[in-house]
């Protein structure tokens, strides 16, 4: 798990949590969770337009460019976010725990190249990249940016799984198994993986992380997970910036499940009522559903 | 064990190979998908005369495998094909906003060395007090916050509360060095992220470092301080923090793009993004292209360098 150990290290050994810390800690992960899986059954009827960019008269948090409830908005944008991420997250494991097992276990040097070359190959391309490289073609929707997102995934995950397993493959308990005549697959997923259980654990979650905001800058640059659909027609359609206000909202669960400052959070949802450099009135193009028509506003 | 030399003839091996990769899979990607890539171009306006004339442009017509050769073999004379929506050759396009992306990735590299290493060493000295809890808890806070969500929240404090900086680099044209202050936030926005992660990678390297019996032995012997530090026990620390130095290239990849949206910079990322947004395929290629072997490039340099400080971890081949 190279190169990534800094960013979750902890003073000492193992250090037994503080239960203050860890109810800290439990509740930035979960308190943006919750909103953002069940924030539309808090959500309720829309209301009826109010002026833009005003606050007060029950809004939170202001109002947007077309008069709609920013709170509205993010209790809506945060869901398809997190459902893309967990998604791609769960389609990478699904393809990358068989290919890297099979390579760590595997006593044919031939089958593990042929297994993990292309992989190699792979992870040179840039992740954004990929996925705006299909943009360019069709609009890839909500399971399309999870296809897309698992794929980028799938080369450095199998490595991490690879270099976990050749490891516990390599010791006397599984020479062990495999003279008593174990199947390979008792091996495989009944020792050896259970054994890696805990370096994936911290791997998936440092992936998920890196997936959400993979997920929320192709939102924001308007590929994929159409935001703060409220009703259509009556609601406005999709926009590009609901996105940028539920990720704002959220402050990122990578803030919460690192025990990062509470302030935060609230600092950055103070700032999610405005929409800097939009003071154009009319003529703007916001809300058309055109991809990337939002910069000619700036 | 192998030597450095074939470890790197490998390496390069396996760039000349991710090269390859990338120029198959832009192709692929773009125009080999399964249906008819010229409806599909269409888009918005699927009336027959448009998807004719992009069946013509793209030679769509031909096998997939003839017009990659054809294209394949434009590649190395920066002939990139011409763009759908205007005619233009797209290497114009790509010289004309190569430029303020250079610029833009070259101050954050120039300034993300010095920025984060140093960062990392001023928590690593006061490891447990109070420089080292601001250190680490502001770098963690940061760390965790997109790039579109930290530039939004830079531009609303920094441009439009208190007017310091110009929000956007609307108006400058591909002249940036003219209006260095443009330059502030869309810098400190693309620095963010890699400079904590490097920063924390530093502390944690330099803090093992310090504790080591030889830095110890060094103090015995009255050596100063500083140099203990910077002499001693640096190069020591910075093993990981190179390692991580080749990963940020694919962020700053990402970084750049975003930023270039945000702030409205004329470079490659809003050239590319335009081009995804009208559906101009040609000049999406050439980009791809161009971002992909730049990024193979970057990471063979990076990864020769991670080897040469830490010969002992094998890096990616």
Known sequence: VRGRGGTGERRGERSWLPSGRFALGAALVCVPLVLALFGPLFAGEPGPRATSFTLGGGHWLGTDFVGRDVWRQVLFGGRPVVVVALAATTLAYLVALPVGLISALTHRAWLEEVLMRPLDVLLAVPSLLMILLVASVFSPGAPGLALLVALVNIPDAARIVRAAAADVASRPAVEALRMQGESWWRIAVGHVGRSILRPLAADAGVRLTGVLYLVATAAFLGIGVAPGRGRLGGDGGPQPYGAVRSAVGRGGPGAADRDADDGLQSALRRTARHWPGCHCGTGCRYGTGRRSSWRRCA | ?????????????????????????????????????????????????????????????????????????????????DSLTSGRPVSSYISDAFGPTLLLAGLTVALLVPVGVGLGVLAARYEGRFVDRLVSSVTLGVYAVPEFAFGVLLVTVFALRLDWLPPTAVGYGTDLLGHPAALVL?????????????????????????????????????IPGARVRYAHALPNAMAPAAQQLARTVDWLLCGVIVVEALFVIPGLGTVLMNAVAERDVPVVQGLAVVFGVITVVLNLGADLVAHRFAPRAEVAA
Request: with cysteine.
């Open chain 2, 1 to 81: 064990v192998s030597g450095l030399g074939s470890w790197a003839a490998r390496r390069l091996l396996l760039g000349g190979a991710q090269t390859v990769a990338v120029v198959v899979l832009v192709f692929a990607l773009t125009e080999a998908l399964p249906g008819d890539a010229a409806v599909a171009l269409a888009g918005d306006q699927p009336d027959p005369a448009r998807i004719a004339a992009i069946r013509e442009a793209l030679d769509l017509d031909r096998p997939a495998y003839e017009r990659l050769a054809d294209w394949a073999t434009g590649l190395p004379h920066a002939d990139f094909g």
């Open chain 2, 186 to 222: 869309p810098v400190l926005v693309l620095l963010s992220r890699p400079v904590c992660s490097l920063s924390r990678l530093v502390r944690a390297g330099m803090i093992d470092a310090l504790a080591s019996p030889y830095v110890a032995q060094a103090r015995r012997y009255g």
